[in-house]
């Protein structure tokens, strides 16, 4: 059974960077042809997708995101992180680590992290 869990500190100042990481259990991130993202969701508002590291090593990022944000792995560990620069309150937000299962159009996040709240405040 594949496992994602997120861990990072919950709070950040603006201006400054957090970084968060999901540890993967039960499946390697080098499996093929999966993609392993980052999702947050801000208080009451929908869910935004941040960016995917491929199975691969290759990255993409949301546009309104891409310049602040970078994600990288540690194959060693079976890890995935997340690094967003130069936060505001606007990042506020519960943030996941999920598996996407793609297959056409479809996009499927068919395993997710349970979630890490973060909050921007000074």
């Known amino acids: 059974q594949v496992q994602l869990q997120e861990s990072g500190p919950g709070l950040a100042k603006p201006s400054q960077t957090f970084s968060l990481t999901c540890t993967v259990s039960g499946g390697s991130i080098r499996t093929n042809y999966y993609y392993w993202s980052w999702i947050r969701q801000p208080p009451g508002k929908g869910l935004e997708w941040i960016g995917y590291i491929y199975y691969t090593g290759i990255t993409y990022l949301n546009p309104s995101l891409k310049s602040r944000t970078s994600i990288s792995r540690d194959t060693s560990k079976n890890q995935f992180s997340l690094h967003l620069s130069s936060v505001t309150p606007e990042d506020t937000a519960v943030y996941y680590c999920?598996?996407?299962?793609?297959?056409?159009?479809?996009?499927?996040?068919?395993?997710w992290g349970q979630g890490t709240q973060v909050t921007v405040s000074s």
């Open positions: 999920v598996r996407d299962n793609v297959a056409g159009a479809l996009v499927v996040y068919d395993y």
